[in-house]
């Protein structure tokens, strides 16, 4: 197909996410990628500032992620997990489990972030069955949270400023505490956790979990909260004996300046869920990853987990994985995401004067504009695009999360254009 077959045949068939059919958002064709660049088939090239979903750190084509599909690909693309194993799927769970907070040492691989979530929550609630206590069947989380679009992990979203209000009937209900007010620097005050700290009081006995996303509330408002509320939650769970899941999908693998953000508090949950950044960008992967005590309480007494998807453990995408957190244990991540954050500080703090801004912040390798109004979509990304560059935002936040390996000049560009736009943005009037 020619470049305009392509297009005309995506608008009239492809179903994008978070798009209407009748009404779709323009689309851009990419026909390669390599570092930090989108070449578009009309030839234009794009500084990438959203990592593709914050999952390809080490940005695009590179030769040893390459390499290692190559290799796998020439072994075995796939077989499946049950009852069989394979060098790529132990490899990979003995880094997880060497750089995960101990004491996680249990890793159930899966297909994707929101599956990872699924299983998380499974896993709390069959803990408890286990326990031979069947009261526990329902969560307790926080407002401005997102943990993906299947069924439970909607369901654990924010039920009215989120994306899935519709499904407010079929869904299950849970127990919501206001969001963290707390910004990531405030000094401390109890009052932060009270409303928290008395759901959980008044309905520790029919909650199985708490599920949070530590530090950063990702799709719900880039917010950044304190890491005292995330270690006060921890000793709230451990007094009324409530299981702690963190979702560290878009979290993980270094993002925030910790390897987990949930480092920032020093704690560790009783059940991790990550995705996203795990093969680098290269293909779909998550895990969760448990304790012993959760493990051995599920399958004790002959217990068994029930959950096992068809591509579970897939090897290719296990031996991209393995390179891929080996690729960053052996560079200097770091040193990377620390410079990422101070120049992303210094070039988006003028943007606090600008009119239409109502906050700027930056922590690790996420970089926030957040407006007074939202942003209308269709003219925010054309107009970005036009300046070179792959952002792409949503409600009143103008964010990025580059590739670490982004050089400080393409990084300018990115920060001088989000000032440009965020200066007279495209904004839905109230």
Not at 341 to 358: C, G, I, K, N, R
Not at 377 to 397: C, H, N, S, T, Y
Request: hydrophobic share 40%; aromatic share 10%; net charge negative.
């Amino acid at each position: 197909m020619e470049y305009q077959q392509l297009l005309d045949f995506d608008r009239k068939h492809i179903w994008h996410p978070y798009t209407s059919m009748t009404d779709p958002q323009p689309v851009y064709a990419v026909e390669s990628a390599s570092g930090v660049r989108l070449k578009l088939y009309d030839g234009r090239e794009l500084i990438d500032g959203m990592s593709s979903w914050w999952a390809a750190i080490h940005g695009y084509n590179h030769p040893e992620l390459n390499r290692a599909a190559k290799d796998q690909l020439e072994k075995m693309s796939h077989v499946m997990f049950g009852g069989i194993t394979h060098r790529p799927a132990v490899e990979l769970s003995e880094l997880l489990v060497r750089l995960t907070p101990s004491p996680l040492e249990k890793v159930f691989l899966c297909d994707a972030g929101s599956v990872s979530v699924e299983v998380g929550i499974k896993m709390a609630m069959q803990y408890w069955f286990a326990q031979g206590n069947k009261e526990k069947q329902k969560l307790l989380t926080v407002r401005s949270g997102y943990h993906g679009d299947t069924f439970m992990a909607m369901s654990v979203c924010d039920p009215v400023n989120g994306m899935h209000e519709m499904y407010t009937q079929v869904l299950p209900q849970h127990h919501f505490a206001e969001a963290p007010t707390c910004d990531f620097h405030d000094k401390w005050d109890e009052k932060y956790i009270q409303d928290f700290k008395y759901k959980l009081e008044q309905n520790h006995q029919d909650i199985a979990a708490v599920i949070l996303e530590p530090i950063v509330q990702g799709a719900g408002g880039m917010h950044f909260y304190s890491p005292e509320y995330l270690r006060r939650v921890r000793e709230l769970c451990d007094q009324y004996e409530v299981l702690l899941i963190l979702d560290e999908i878009a979290t993980g693998f270094g993002r925030t300046g910790k390897m987990f953000a949930c480092e920032h508090a020093g704690i560790s949950p009783d059940i991790m869920c990550v995705g996203k950044a795990i093969t680098g960008g290269y293909m779909t992967l998550a895990a969760t990853l448990t304790t012993k005590q959760v493990g051995d309480g599920i399958s004790r007494n002959g217990g068994v987990f029930m959950h096992g998807p068809t591509f579970m453990g897939n090897p290719l995408a296990c031996n991209v994985a393995a390179t891929n957190l080996n690729l960053l244990l052996q560079g200097s991540w770091r040193e990377k995401v620390q410079n990422i954050e101070t120049q992303m500080q210094e070039e988006l703090a003028p943007a606090s004067d600008f009119d239409a801004v109502h906050d700027v912040r930056v922590l690790g390798t996420i970089g926030v504009i957040e407006l007074k109004n939202p942003v209308i979509m269709k003219q925010a990304q054309k107009e970005f695009v036009d300046k070179g560059v792959w952002i792409r935002p949503f409600g009143r936040l103008i964010y990025i999360m580059p590739p670490y390996i982004i050089k400080s000049e393409d990084l300018s560009t990115l920060t001088r254009v989000m000032l440009e736009v965020s200066k007279n943005p495209p904004i839905q009037k109230d």
